[in-house]
């Protein structure tokens, strides 16, 4: 019997005893197989040939379709009457595109950045060669701020309580709170490096008494500055220069990525490899590398030590004992110390770098040996800090938490960032920022935040605004404008803070005003060359003169207590940093560095751990093929603070 036979002897079956009018699309329906009925109740009929295709197959395929279908889904978008040019720009050339020199900022300090332009759309961002940070190069983080500018999820419209609202009518709540900020009146910031901003905040400040000026970044420096008091009783910004290194330590410092002038800091120790052409010594550098945690900079290690993060503030002491007196009494977790130290002792142009995030102590015993080293004026500088309020950033935040639930905090004003996401989560910053009876949140998004908050005023992007922000050094650049703001009403950080000054401006005048002085009577002249080198020469920060380490204090500092067990290190993503880029899918599908993992956030083991945690199997397996069978797939559960249950990792193990 044939298949159609078959059909219709089912068919006749089925309508046995059924009468009135029958009506079906295919023969398959009308047989109503239980084939045909799985088929229907399936929401993707077609699954198989999904899974036939890996992960960048699919994502093409759906970017052709977005493409295709004009990226407007099912909305109908309006209708809008397209002007030509009248008159085209005397400097447009059709077709030609003109390049701009601006700067763009990372966790608050500046990159100078020269930005492609087409028919008046920023296309294409390079480094400025001209900017001491940049150096003709950027990092992954301003590649991706033309997507960011881009995004359609940016926030688009100020919301009061939820509701949409407009600018006139946040002012008009200002005036009416505007009494009450003495003693009364908060301002939460990140890292702050714009001496316009910070001019305007400290004014705002001086201009109601009682009133704070907050920071906070959960990636912060405030180890550097801590360390830094215990060596010099005072705060510092430490500068390398390490074309003048021929001996590079890293102390868990990922100094190729996490460091403020990472950028400057790779083509300098680059720089330092070449023995051969134009730029080459003749003498290649070496660095040694002590890390708690795979990184690029320990991958290009010429020796690299793996040891627990515990165990960094222990090597730092006793390479601080050998380096000082010679001999060390610290029980020594490595038995490459000895050769490491003759090594930076053999001639100048030594350097000891500690990482961010390395605790105090490793901090003043960095700083210190590199005295010893001779290294200060030579392949480090101190200057003052390059942070307008260098405070500590956690006891900031800690001190505007109980102030706000003290109730002693009637207007708060959240200048970017995400505390209600990123801050400690014991502090329970949401709960406290209830209490505040009026708050504004400025940012890119409508976040965690925002939704805690009074007032959103969505921010302007860096490539549609008027500003200005310190480099790693202390120098100063401009920032302009790109693009006209692509959402109407947005604003920018100077002209809001402006707004609370009861002194509306915008932020093109706001900028003009600080640097007037600068120019004097050729001002304009002064002002078109600025903006077209895009840095402020002779802005960088000074050395400090006489700066001495107090060595008794800092070979006083208590030795380590000893550490057992497995230790988790949580550390700023590559690509993703603290979360702020997270809604950015080309960082988040950009494979991180050693591990290639996209888009997931795993907890990175060696082979030898993951078997304590029996993540990994015992068959006699090559740790490669170890690897392979489990990365990804295991997990690791870890007890945060403030978590209700214990949060599940993915594994992946580096063989």
Not at 88 to 102: N, R
């Amino acid at each position: 019997m044939s298949d159609n036979e078959t059909i219709l002897a089912g068919m006749q079956e089925k309508l046995a005893g059924k009468s009135g009018r029958l009506l079906w699309k295919t023969l398959d329906e009308l047989a109503d197989t239980e084939e045909f009925q799985s088929w229907i109740e399936d929401e993707f009929p077609n699954r198989a040939d999904l899974l036939n295709i890996d992960r960048r197959q699919f994502l093409k395929v759906g970017g052709a379709a977005l493409a295709m279908a004009g990226l407007t889904g099912c909305r109908i978008l309006p209708q809008m009457k397209a002007v030509p040019y009248v008159r085209s720009p005397e400097d447009l050339v059709s077709g030609q595109t003109l390049a701009y020199a601006t700067t763009l900022m990372h966790n608050g300090y500046g990159l100078g950045v020269l930005v492609e332009q087409y028919e008046g759309r920023p296309i294409k961002i390079e480094g400025n060669p001209n900017h001491p940070a940049s150096v003709g190069a950027t990092d992954v983080f301003e590649q991706a701020e033309l997507l960011n500018m881009y995004d359609p999820d940016r926030s688009q419209s100020i919301v009061h309580n939820g509701e949409v609202a407009g600018y006139n009518e946040l002012a008009d709540a200002l005036r009416k709170v505007r009494g009450s900020w003495a003693g009364g009146l908060r301002i939460l910031t990140g890292a702050v490096t714009s001496p316009t901003l910070a001019g305007q905040i400290n004014q705002l400040v001086a201009k109601h008494p009682g009133a704070v000026w907050h920071a906070y970044d959960a990636v912060n420096r405030d180890n550097v500055y801590d360390g830094a008091t215990l060596a010099f009783g005072r705060q510092v910004n430490p500068v390398y220069n390490l074309q003048e290194a021929r001996v590079i330590v890293s102390l868990d410092a990922d100094f190729f990525k996490t460091l403020p002038g990472n950028v400057r800091y790779a083509r300098d120790w680059a720089d330092g490899r070449r023995v051969r052409g134009a730029n080459g010594g003749g003498e290649m550098n070496r660095l040694y590398v002590i890390e708690s945690s795979t990184t690029t900079t320990g991958a290009s290690a010429d020796h690299r030590y793996p040891v627990k993060p515990s165990e960094i503030e222990t090597v730092a002491r006793a390479l601080f004992e050998s380096v000082i007196d010679g001999s060390t009494t610290t029980a020594q977790p490595v038995t490459w110390l000895a050769e490491m130290v003759a090594d930076l002792k053999a001639g100048p142009g030594a350097i000891v770098i500690p990482g961010e995030e390395a605790s105090p102590a490793v901090h003043a015993y960095a700083m210190a040996i590199n005295e010893a080293l001779g290294a200060v004026g030579r392949t480090v500088n101190y200057t003052a800090p390059v942070e307008a309020s260098p405070l500590g950033h956690v006891s900031s935040l800690t001190e505007l938490v109980a102030a706000m639930n003290a109730g002693r905090v009637t207007t708060l004003l959240i200048l970017g960032g995400n505390p209600v996401f990123d801050a400690p989560a014991d502090l329970k910053f949401g709960d406290a920022l209830r209490k505040v009876p009026v708050s504004i949140h400025h940012g890119l998004y409508q976040d965690e935040t925002s939704a805690f908050v009074s007032w959103h005023v969505p921010a302007t992007h860096a490539l549609e605004t008027w500003g200005d922000a310190r480099a790693f050094d202390g120098t100063t650049s401009l920032v302009q404008p790109l693009i006209a703001p692509i959402y109407e009403g947005n604003k920018s950080d100077t002209e809001l803070v402006a707004e609370l000054l009861d002194e509306p401006r915008y932020g093109y005048d706001i900028l003009r005003e600080t640097y007037a002085p600068l120019g004097g009577a050729n001002f304009d002249r002064w002002w078109q060359q600025t903006l077209i080198d895009g840095v402020i020469p002779n802005t960088a920060g000074t050395p400090i003169a006489g700066l001495r380490v107090n060595l008794s204090a800092v070979a006083a500092l208590p030795a380590p207590a000893p550490a057992s067990g497995i230790e988790v290190n949580f550390r700023p993503d590559p690509h993703v940093w603290d979360g702020r880029y997270a809604n950015n899918s080309w960082l988040m599908e950009l494979p991180r560095p050693v591990t290639t993992v996209t888009w997931d956030n795993v907890a990175v083991v060696s082979p030898a751990t993951a078997q304590k945690l029996g993540a990994s199997p015992t068959d006699g397996s090559s740790d490669a093929e170890n690897a392979a069978k489990i990365s990804g797939k295991a997990v690791v559960e870890v007890n945060l603070p403030g978590s209700a249950k214990p949060v599940q990792i993915p594994v992946w193990i580096l063989p």
